[in-house]
């Protein structure tokens, strides 16, 4: 992969390489047919702190940039997108506390983490996905506490995190603008999860609803300030969408490692069907797409460093990732044949891990009206 990356994440790079060779790539077949959380991969990978990746150096993390952490990201989500999926939405619930959280806050969050934990961000609610402004939950201040009641629904790591992000209602009368955001730790009474969606695809990763009843948290859970939930869920969003372009860019880079080795080992008509230019064609496009994407990602994630505006280039990054890996997952298949369409073989798994990444953290057609508002204007 063409990320250009600090001596030490190289390092780490080939470390995630071989870990992944090791205890992911191939265990993770049998948790895909089974739909079961592979609990004993995640702790082996724990033990490793890839967990632990974006937590700040100041409170105990490895001190990479984001471009860093994309080549990381990217070498898991090669091996198994669910796996990536699961650190990188861990990811997701530190944002909000790191943007906005309190000193405390950021330091109870990468404690947590740092310990093993992982992390959800709970936004979407069944009747608010795109439209995140009509979420029903609600927070009521009682004293020194808040009172949440609600229902998030799809959140990934919701029955294995050891912390949540929760957006609620504090004021319903004036929408977007009476939208707080919490920080609930596991184990609170109250909080409970549903059972486990039974996915398509990304299915070592865990997601599932999570429900509170008269759950009650100090107010000094509240991160930033109140009225202030919606701003700070679309910066977090804001950031995460380049990390689901990053995940996206490796399961291309999956599709074109399998088209490549099985378009060398497959004979036909007297030589290995790669020789046909049609298929070299295909690769090459495959290849393009695939690098094309990359770089919008590392493009996106350095001006984050940077402290530049990212709105627009995380969309583009998110949106074209996604859409390319549909097309390199399917291009993988159309290489392989008919074999391609069986689940003996590894790419017909990478067609229905890609389908996700166009729908999650905004769909595809919100993140076209981010870049048409950006670059029309209101």
Same mark, same amino acid.
């Given at each position: 992969?063409?990320?250009l ?7 780490? +790079?080939? $470390?995630?390489?071989t870990?992944?060779?090791k205890?992911?790539k191939?265990q993770?077949k049998?948790?895909?047919?089974? #739909? ?12 490793? #702190? ?7 150096e100041?409170?105990g #993390? ?33 944002k ?7 000193k405390e ?9 740092l310990?093993g ?7 979407t609610?069944?009747?608010? #996905?795109s439209?995140?402004?009509a =979420?029903k ?6 004293? $020194?506490?808040?009172?949440l009641?609600? &229902?998030?629904?799809?959140i990934?790591?919701?029955?294995v995190?050891?912390?949540y992000c929760?957006?609620?209602?504090? $004021?319903?009368?004036i929408?977007?603008?009476g ?6 730790e ?11 969606e ?6 070592t990763?865990?997601?599932?609803d ?5 759950? *009650?948290i100090p107010?000094?859970?509240l991160?930033?300030e ?5 701003s700070?869920?679309m910066?977090t ?23 490549v080795?099985?378009?060398k080992?497959?004979?036909?008509f007297g ?13 090459? $496009?495959?290849?393009?797409?695939t690098?094309?994407a *990359? ?8 001006r984050?460093?940077m402290?530049l505006s990212?709105?627009?280039e ?6 074209y990732a ?5 097309e ?6 159309q290489v392989?044949g =008919?074999?391609?369409?069986s ?7 990478? +067609?229905r ?9 905004g769909t595809?057609?919100?993140? &076209? ?10």
């Amino acid at each position: 992969m063409a990320y250009l990356i600090s001596e030490e994440a190289q390092d780490l +790079l080939q $470390d995630v390489k071989t870990f992944c060779e090791k205890e992911v790539k191939e265990q993770c077949k049998e948790y895909d047919a089974s #739909g079961d959380w592979p609990k004993n991969i995640y702790e082996k990978a724990f033990e490793q #702190g890839y967990q632990a990746l974006e937590v700040p150096e100041e409170y105990g #993390g490895p001190g990479l940039n984001r471009v860093d952490v994309a080549a990381l990201i990217e070498q898991m989500a090669i091996a198994d997108a669910g796996f990536a999926t699961t650190i990188s939405a861990s990811g997701l619930a530190l944002k909000p506390v790191l943007i906005a959280g309190s000193k405390e806050q950021k330091e109870r969050v990468c404690e947590l983490v740092l310990e093993g934990g992982l992390g959800a961000f709970c936004l979407t609610e069944p009747g608010a #996905g795109s439209d995140a402004g009509a =979420g029903k939950t609600t927070a009521v201040k009682d004293g $020194d506490e808040y009172i949440l009641n609600g &229902r998030k629904c799809f959140i990934t790591n919701g029955e294995v995190a050891s912390f949540y992000c929760v957006t609620a209602m504090t $004021d319903k009368t004036i929408g977007v603008k009476g939208m707080s955001m919490f920080l609930v730790e596991a184990g609170t009474p109250g909080l409970s999860t549903g059972k486990e969606e039974d996915k398509m695809g990304i299915r070592t990763s865990n997601t599932c609803d999570v429900v509170m009843e008269d759950l *009650r948290i100090p107010a000094s859970n509240l991160i930033g300030e109140e009225g202030k939930g919606f701003s700070i869920a679309m910066k977090t969003l804001d950031q995460a969408r380049t990390w689901m372009g990053c995940i996206a860019a490796g399961i291309a880079q999956r599709g074109i490692d399998e088209a490549v080795t099985y378009g060398k080992e497959r004979i036909q008509f007297g030589k290995p069907v790669i020789k046909n230019q049609a298929l070299q064609f295909k690769v090459a $496009d495959m290849h393009i797409k695939t690098e094309t994407a *990359r770089q919008m990602v590392a493009h996106a994630l350095t001006r984050m460093d940077m402290g530049l505006s990212y709105t627009t280039e995380s969309a583009v990054a998110k949106c074209y990732a996604s859409d390319i890996a549909m097309e390199v997952a399917s291009e993988a298949i159309q290489v392989f044949g =008919g074999y391609g369409y069986s689940r003996e073989y590894p790419v017909e798994k990478l +067609l229905r891990d890609a389908k996700i990444f166009q729908i999650f953290e905004g769909t595809n057609e919100i993140q &076209r009206m981010v870049v048409a508002n950006n670059v029309i204007g209101r």
